[in-house]
Protein backbone atom coordinates (compact mmCIF):
# COMPACT_ATOMS: atom_id res chain seq x y z
CA UNK A 1 0.00 0.00 0.00
CA UNK A 2 1.43 3.33 -1.03
CA UNK A 3 1.26 6.10 2.00
CA UNK A 4 2.36 9.45 1.24
CA UNK A 5 4.93 11.04 3.75
CA UNK A 6 5.68 14.48 2.32
CA UNK A 7 3.59 17.40 1.88
CA UNK A 8 1.54 18.16 -1.02
CA UNK A 9 2.29 21.78 -0.79
CA UNK A 10 6.19 20.93 -1.76
CA UNK A 11 6.11 22.14 -5.23
CA UNK A 12 4.83 25.63 -4.37
CA UNK A 13 7.39 26.55 -2.27
CA UNK A 14 10.37 24.99 -4.63
CA UNK A 15 9.10 26.44 -8.21
CA UNK A 16 6.48 29.25 -7.56
CA UNK A 17 8.32 31.02 -4.14
CA UNK A 18 11.25 32.00 -5.86
CA UNK A 19 9.05 33.68 -8.89
CA UNK A 20 7.30 35.26 -5.69
CA UNK A 21 10.84 36.41 -4.04
CA UNK A 22 11.53 38.26 -7.27
CA UNK A 23 8.28 39.83 -7.97
CA UNK A 24 7.73 41.08 -4.46
CA UNK A 25 10.84 42.83 -4.09
CA UNK A 26 10.40 44.24 -7.81
CA UNK A 27 7.59 45.83 -6.89
CA UNK A 28 8.56 47.53 -3.69
CA UNK A 29 11.43 48.68 -5.04
CA UNK A 30 8.91 50.06 -8.14
CA UNK A 31 6.98 51.80 -6.04
CA UNK A 32 10.26 53.38 -4.03
CA UNK A 33 11.19 54.92 -6.87
CA UNK A 34 8.25 56.03 -8.03
CA UNK A 35 6.85 57.63 -4.85
CA UNK A 36 7.23 61.29 -4.09
CA UNK A 37 10.24 61.70 -1.34
CA UNK A 38 9.75 64.32 0.47
CA UNK A 39 12.85 67.55 0.75
CA UNK A 40 15.72 66.52 2.90
CA UNK A 41 14.86 62.78 2.82
CA UNK A 42 16.99 60.33 1.01
CA UNK A 43 15.71 57.88 -1.41
CA UNK A 44 17.45 55.30 -0.11
CA UNK A 45 15.70 54.66 3.01
CA UNK A 46 13.17 53.21 0.71
CA UNK A 47 15.46 51.41 -1.91
CA UNK A 48 17.63 49.59 0.90
CA UNK A 49 14.75 47.55 2.54
CA UNK A 50 13.67 46.45 -1.02
CA UNK A 51 17.12 45.87 -1.95
CA UNK A 52 17.95 43.49 1.25
CA UNK A 53 14.84 41.32 0.54
CA UNK A 54 15.98 39.55 -2.43
CA UNK A 55 19.26 37.83 -0.85
CA UNK A 56 17.23 36.95 2.94
CA UNK A 57 14.45 35.43 0.60
CA UNK A 58 17.30 33.67 -1.54
CA UNK A 59 19.36 32.23 1.62
CA UNK A 60 15.69 31.55 3.31
CA UNK A 61 14.85 29.37 -0.16
CA UNK A 62 18.29 27.92 -0.76
CA UNK A 63 19.00 26.52 2.39
CA UNK A 64 15.56 25.54 3.83
CA UNK A 65 13.49 24.60 0.76
CA UNK A 66 15.33 23.99 -2.29
CA UNK A 67 16.69 20.45 -1.44
CA UNK A 68 13.23 19.01 -0.20
CA UNK A 69 12.03 16.07 -2.48
CA UNK A 70 8.90 16.31 -4.40
CA UNK A 71 7.31 13.59 -3.48
CA UNK A 72 7.82 10.61 -0.82
CA UNK A 73 5.65 7.42 -0.27
CA UNK A 74 6.22 4.42 2.26
CA UNK A 75 6.13 1.34 0.22
CA UNK A 76 6.09 -0.88 3.43
CA UNK A 77 9.63 -2.45 2.80
CA UNK A 78 10.93 0.71 0.83
CA UNK A 79 10.51 4.38 -0.23
CA UNK A 80 9.33 5.77 -2.92
CA UNK A 81 11.30 9.08 -3.51
CA UNK A 82 10.45 11.63 -6.44
CA UNK A 83 12.56 14.90 -7.30
CA UNK A 84 12.65 16.73 -10.48
CA UNK A 85 11.79 13.67 -11.85
CA UNK A 86 14.17 11.03 -11.10
CA UNK A 87 12.46 8.28 -8.89
CA UNK A 88 14.08 6.05 -6.15
CA UNK A 89 12.82 3.55 -4.71
CA UNK A 90 15.42 3.12 -1.08
CA UNK A 91 14.85 0.04 0.56
CA UNK A 92 14.51 0.43 4.62
CA UNK A 93 17.38 -1.31 5.50
CA UNK A 94 19.54 1.27 3.26
CA UNK A 95 18.66 4.11 6.20
CA UNK A 96 20.88 4.72 8.29
CA UNK A 97 19.20 7.46 10.27
CA UNK A 98 15.77 9.63 10.81
CA UNK A 99 16.29 13.03 11.80
CA UNK A 100 13.38 15.83 12.15
CA UNK A 101 14.01 19.67 12.51
CA UNK A 102 11.20 20.96 14.02
CA UNK A 103 12.82 24.34 15.07
CA UNK A 104 12.63 25.07 11.12
CA UNK A 105 9.73 26.54 8.81
CA UNK A 106 9.17 24.23 6.76
CA UNK A 107 9.53 21.12 9.27
CA UNK A 108 12.25 18.59 8.00
CA UNK A 109 12.63 14.73 7.86
CA UNK A 110 16.44 14.09 6.89
CA UNK A 111 16.92 10.70 5.59
CA UNK A 112 20.41 9.73 5.94
CA UNK A 113 21.37 6.49 3.70
CA UNK A 114 23.68 4.13 4.03
CA UNK A 115 24.21 2.85 0.47
CA UNK A 116 23.36 6.36 -1.50
CA UNK A 117 20.97 6.53 -3.99
CA UNK A 118 20.48 8.18 -7.74
CA UNK A 119 19.26 11.08 -5.47
CA UNK A 120 22.20 11.25 -2.89
CA UNK A 121 23.45 10.14 0.72
CA UNK A 122 20.66 12.10 2.05
CA UNK A 123 16.73 12.59 1.37
CA UNK A 124 15.09 15.36 3.06
CA UNK A 125 11.16 16.26 3.11
CA UNK A 126 8.72 18.23 4.49
CA UNK A 127 6.32 16.05 6.43
CA UNK A 128 2.71 15.57 6.15
CA UNK A 129 0.64 18.22 8.80
CA UNK A 130 -1.54 17.20 11.44
CA UNK A 131 -5.14 17.06 10.96
CA UNK A 132 -6.24 20.59 11.55
CA UNK A 133 -2.71 22.04 10.69
CA UNK A 134 -0.98 22.26 13.98
CA UNK A 135 2.23 20.66 14.09
CA UNK A 136 3.36 17.76 12.09
CA UNK A 137 3.95 14.22 11.57
CA UNK A 138 7.79 14.10 11.59
CA UNK A 139 8.36 12.75 14.88
CA UNK A 140 5.77 9.61 13.98
CA UNK A 141 7.88 9.24 10.64
CA UNK A 142 10.99 9.23 12.10
CA UNK A 143 9.58 6.78 14.77
CA UNK A 144 8.20 4.10 12.72
CA UNK A 145 11.12 3.78 10.44
CA UNK A 146 13.80 3.01 13.49
CA UNK A 147 11.24 0.42 14.93
CA UNK A 148 10.57 -1.34 11.54
CA UNK A 149 14.85 -1.00 10.70
CA UNK A 150 15.31 -2.59 14.03
CA UNK A 151 12.74 -5.10 13.68
CA UNK A 152 14.04 -6.20 9.94
CA UNK A 153 17.50 -6.33 11.72
Known sequence: MKKR???SGTFL?????????????AIFLSL??????PTGQSRWAFLIPGMMMVP????????????????????GDSLLVKNRGVEASIPLRNIARVTVSHFSNPVR???RLSVPCELGDKIVFEPLLKWGGFGSRGREIADDFERRRTLAG
Open 56 to 75: LFFMQWKFLVSDLADEVYDL
Open 109 to 111: VTV
Open 13 to 25: KKRVMPFMMLVFP
Open 5 to 7: LSA
Open 32 to 37: AVKAQV
